[in-house]
């Protein structure tokens, strides 16, 4: 899985949503890069480390 890249928020402490790029690598594989729905047919081990990375990343507790 790629690493998140750098990135800036430019929303305020209200914000509600947030979309990502997934950072995928391998176009034949479509898990590939960071993924955080469940409902994608995903391993339940990568979407959790998918979420894990993107809390760290932004600072917020993992819910």
């Given at each position: 899985m790629t690493p998140l890249p750098h990135i800036t928020l430019n929303?305020?402490?209200n914000a509600t949503a947030l979309s990502t790029?997934?950072?995928a690598?391998?176009?034949?594989d479509p898990y590939d890069g960071i993924?955080?729905?469940h409902y994608t047919g995903?391993?339940?081990q990568h979407i959790q480390?998918?979420?894990t990375l993107?809390?760290?990343?932004?600072r917020i507790p993992l819910q």
């Open positions: 929303a305020g402490p790029l997934r950072g690598t391998n176009p034949t993924n955080c729905c995903d391993t339940p480390t998918s979420r993107l809390a760290r990343h932004l």
